[in-house]
Nanobody
Framework: QVQLVESGGGLVQAGGSLRLSCTASGRSFSSRAMGWFRQAPGKERELVAAINWIGRSTSYSDSVKGRFSISRDNAKNTVYLQMNSLKPEDTAVYYC??????????????WGQGTQVTVSS
């Protein structure tokens, strides 16, 4: 079982930056791949970034590539999403999720409660 708690969301002007954090409970964090998703009102949930268990493999959606960066600190049981050059279309609830395995893949059984990111124009 994994419990995930996100933090760091808020209101920011277009062009600004935010860093989201997700802290996991339990001793298995370092063996799990992690992902950041987002969902805007009326839109489907989107995987924006993922990272493997040791942090050497990452992937990004085309919509955030070059602006967002995912990283992790296994000693702190925490995964981060650094978001730069934010745009109004980045406005969404952002969720942290954990896989059962250490490699990036499609299924994420464990989810946080989400944190709101609002980008004003």
């Amino acid at each position: 079982q994994v419990q995930l708690v996100e933090s760091g969301g808020g209101l920011v002007q277009a062009g600004g930056s935010l860093r989201l954090s997700c802290t996991a409970s339990g001793r298995s964090f370092s063996s799990r791949a992690m992902g950041w998703f987002r969902q805007a009102p009326g839109k489907e949930r989107e995987l924006v970034a993922a990272i493997n268990w040791i942090g050497r493999s990452t992937s990004y959606s085309d919509s955030v590539k070059g602006r967002f960066s995912i990283s992790r600190d296994n000693a702190k049981n925490t995964v981060y999403l650094q978001m730069n050059s934010l745009k109004p279309e980045d406005t969404a609830v952002y969720y942290c999720a954990a896989r059962s395995s250490g490699v990036v893949g499609p299924e994420y059984p464990y989810w946080g409660q989400g944190t709101q990111v609002t980008v004003s124009s």
